[in-house]
């Protein structure tokens, strides 16, 4: 069955100049394998086609059962520059957590 | 030398400049605690600095410190509190000479020793070191800071701790710095009162951790956390985060007893996250912490313990943090209600861009975003949605440009909007949006040999 990431994971981001970062954390360590297996850099990017313009990539902390994602250009600039209303990359943490994954039932 | 203390209490004051009032206070009287440190300089905070700086030579610093400190002086000569803090900015001496004025106005006259660490403003250097060589290349783009030198406003180097416990050891009770990392403001204070050596590549990378975890406030005690967020208690009395560390490098995350919030680890795992690159290399000028080596356990109701951390030796480059004027722009806003209020907000953007067509204005950006529907999440919000049965929406335009006219142009064609648009639309009490100048973000890295930091001792 598929479950929304919300309901197993939480997440916080923030931003290095036009990139954005979200570390995905899974909230019991049980789900952190799956989370590596399904959460790729290549479905985060699908994920946010559009929202970004450059690569992502992902580093797995499995120490924390976290997954950290950076989103290059995802920020119109990032900073100062960028004209978004979410200038600093603050809730695509929760854009990532909409993302639907396959769960064994 | 006095003997080394099992354990060395730092507190987190302010998060950014403009954090909450009550923090500091709350953290030198809420309980005891041997260090606060205060972070208040972002990245752009620098180029407003020296801005006010050029215009009038006694500022350049964050005042909002000199006010906090006449609050707490009193409370931290008595207990002997320690104090870091980077609200030097783009000038510690003069906001070191205003906090000294301010001891001296409480009545404690020959009380108080500040230390003042300078050396990481590079703006005068900066032809001398173009022409030695140093291009300063844009990390992001590669380009040479040549590129744009005559529209620099600011240039500092990120200092590590090495010069806020060289201030300690020389007996300064508040340390003032200009910009001096994040990370150095508590992990300069663990150096000093355990002694750890520079090359204590793990404990240096402790500290570094330690940090960053209370480098943003109550951002690690439960502020802006998603892990069980209404579950956390009394937010309104949140209590900024406290580390605790041990010589060895351990530490555990508190706060004082009593106060809102909540420390646990899931908590400290996402503030671990925030901002965080390539977890195995997280770099400063004090060395090189792996965050992939960190291990937490909840040891204690709102106690977490942090351990295990593994650490790399400095690299020979410093962070430059370099301001430059980019141009202009401005934000328009209007709000529309139901019904269709999406459709409405999409209407008057699609008129509004024909009409800045229609004059000929060219812009480098223009955004259009419905707060409301989609500003947060983009195209991924309105998957679930039956956007017609949105109840309002806020259309909010922005622009950028080179060009200051066509930034103004586009600033009055906001509000005829109002009566020559699509109805339902109000919102526009604020008036016309005002053009704003863009200072923009240069990263760089630099030789550490070039930049020199210096250490300086003020008496109250």
Known sequence: MKRKLVELAHARSGDKGDTANVGLIAKQAKDYPLLVKQVTAARVARHFKGMITGPVER?????????????????DGGGTISLKTDAQGKVFSTALLRMEIEVKR | MSARPATVRVAGGQGFWGDWLEAPYRQVTGGPVDYLMMDYLAEVTMSILQKQKSRDATRGYATDFVDQMERI??????RGIKVTANAGGVNPRACAMAVADVARRLGLTGKLTIGVVSGDDLLARLDGLIARGHDLQNLDTGRPLH???DRVLSANAYLGAAPVVAALQRGAQVVITGRVTDTGLTLGPLMHAFGWPRDAWDRIAAGTVAGHIIECGAQASGGNCLSDWKTIPNLAAVGYPIVEA??????DLIKHPGTGGRIDVAGVTEQLVYEMGDPRGYITPDGVADFTTIQLSQVGKDRVRVSGVRGKPATDKL???????Y???AIGTLVYAWPDALEKAKAADRILRQRLDALGLKFEAILSEFVGANATHGPLALQDV???????VQLRVGVRSPDKAAVDRFTREIAPLILNGPPSVTGFAGGRPKPEEVVA???????KKTVEPAVELIEA
């Open chain 2, 327 to 329: 141009g202009y722009k």
């Open chain 2, 73 to 78: 002086l009193p409370t931290v000569v008595e």
């Open chain 1, 59 to 75: 580093f797995e902390l499995p120490n924390l059962h976290a997954l950290n994602f950076l989103l290059h250009g995802a920020l």
């Open chain 2, 441 to 447: 973000y240069w990263p760089a890295l630099i030789d």
């Open chain 2, 246 to 251: 041990r010589g060895d490098g351990t530490f």
């Open chain 2, 147 to 149: 590129d744009v030198r």
């Open chain 2, 319 to 325: 962070k430059v943090s370099i301001a430059y004027f």
């Open chain 2, 386 to 392: 039956d956007a017609a049965a949105i109840p309002e």
